[in-house]
């Protein structure tokens, strides 16, 4: 099929969105939808439940948010009972949802709430008693509302899961069965998942009922439009290598497995003088919706994140994905070298390999579908300045108001007297065990 041009792309108004929200989205400067927009949208809001295939980045966001919010038009909501729920793996996925939603949802008379841990929790109950229409979820935070009764599902006319798989991945789906058992019956599901496994297909047989399904191939496209490497290194120049890499102009995000190793290497950078930023489940929700807001903000900067803690970092502008700690998976590796190249924008992908660990994540990209660039680098050479626009850091290293403190460990005192013991829920954070050992030719 070949590229339309502006001037026949479908519009907005064309697919039925009503025009309230139209004229927001035009207020925003999005006037023509994605592909997966473009095709789950019409069914979605004649009703249907809707079964959308698509990658991080490919505008699912918008392709449920807008059906949702056009098919809730009109409505009302009682208190403790929201007519459509949006569940999410994490928190920080959970908050950008919201910053989709929120000023589209109020175009139509609707408000949201983030429910989701870590958060105020008397915020979160107190706005369930001012009828808010919209919740977007994480599961564990929803559980301990219902639990608790401080609302009810009877209500909900619509109920999206995004990023599906993820939330099998993190143990999360006997929550989200509970969630939509405890949903009102007949109401309209929409299910949005980059891959159908790991349990996912039975979420889709049990309540999704007769979906239209709508595949749009946003991982080939990413492929295709990012330059992927796998850099084979001594161990002993890893660290170097890091630090320049680190010290480009662009935005930059390093994968890491673990919370400690991720504080590890914040410390490192900071310490030579790069300006870098931390996200994992150790830091206070507070620190990190700081430190993405800053990442967003800044056009050269670092983060650092582990794996799950970065399931919601949208943010656009990312040129060059590290992956410091190689990937436990295939899956892994596209989600996180879809953070780059996203929405038509080219961008590179890194990932850091001793002599040891060369073969297994050759076995990872041939998984992945990706034939990256295999080479033999070294601190500062030629290929790797060309490549990553690596340069040497400054050395001068930063006072510690200029950088994100890292995380403390969270000493809990005795419970109060008499008082109940808080049961632990959404926990976003685990560990990732991935491959030891990495091997591929050299170039």
């Known amino acids: 099929m070949s590229l339309l041009t502006a001037e026949k792309q479908t519009t907005f108004r064309e697919l039925g969105i009503h025009p309230a929200l139209v004229n927001a989205l035009d207020a925003q400067g999005i006037r023509n939808p994605f592909p997966i927009q473009e095709a789950t949208i019409p069914d979605a809001i004649a009703g249907h439940d809707i079964l959308g295939r698509g990658q991080t ?4 966001t918008l392709a449920f948010g807008l059906a949702l919010l056009n098919n809730i038009y009109g409505k009302k909501t009682a208190p403790r009972k929201p007519i459509a729920l949006v569940l999410a793996p994490t928190r920080e996925l959970a908050q950008q949802i919201n910053e989709v939603l929120a000023p589209l949802a109020r175009a139509v008379g609707h408000e949201t709430v983030v429910i989701a841990g870590g958060m105020p929790y008397g915020k979160q109950v107190n706005a369930l008693k001012k009828s808010v229409s919209i ?76 979906p239209k399904t709508h595949t749009v191939k946003e991982i080939e496209g990413t492929k295709a439009l990012a330059d992927h490497y796998v850099f084979v290194m001594n161990h002993n120049d890893k660290v170097n290598i890091s630090n320049q890499i680190a010290s480009r102009d662009g935005k930059s995000i390093f994968f890491v497995r673990t919370k400690r190793g991720a504080d590890k290497l914040a410390t490192n950078l900071s310490s030579v003088g790069v300006r870098v930023g931390t996200l994992h489940g150790g830091k206070s929700q507070a620190v990190r919706t700081r430190t993405l807001a800053r990442f967003k903000e800044q056009d050269s900067a670092v983060l650092v994140a582990t794996d799950v803690a970065a399931r919601g970092i949208h943010v656009d502008g990312i040129d060059l994905v590290v992956h410091f700690d190689a990937p436990a998976d295939h899956k892994d590796y596209l989600h996180r070298s879809g953070r780059t190249a996203r929405a038509g924008k080219t961008g590179r992908v890194v990932t850091l390999a001793t002599h040891k660990e060369q073969r297994a994540i050759g076995g990872i990209t041939t998984r992945a579908g990706v034939e990256p660039w295999v080479m033999a680098i070294k601190p500062l050479d030629e290929k790797l300045v060309s490549i990553t626009g690596a340069k040497e850091p400054s050395g001068i290293p930063l006072s510690e108001e200029k950088v994100a403190a890292p995380a403390q460990k969270q000493h809990r005192g005795p419970a109060r007297k008499g008082g109940k013991k808080r049961r632990k829920f959404g926990n976003d954070e685990r560990s990732f065990k991935g491959a030891s050992s990495r091997r591929k030719r050299v170039r």
């Open 135 to 210: 919740l977007v979820a994480t599961p564990g935070r929803l559980i301990d509302l219902l639990e608790k009764d401080e609302l009810q599902l009877d209500a909900l006319q619509i109920a999206v899961l995004d990023e599906a798989d993820q939330m099998a991945d993190m143990g999360f789906l006997p929550a989200v069965k509970q969630i939509l058992n405890q949903a009102k019956k007949g109401g309209q599901r929409f299910l949005f998942s980059a891959t159908l496994d790991r349990g996912v297909d039975g979420l889709v047989r049990q309540y999704l009922k007769e």
């Open 57 to 60: 980045g490919s505008g699912k």
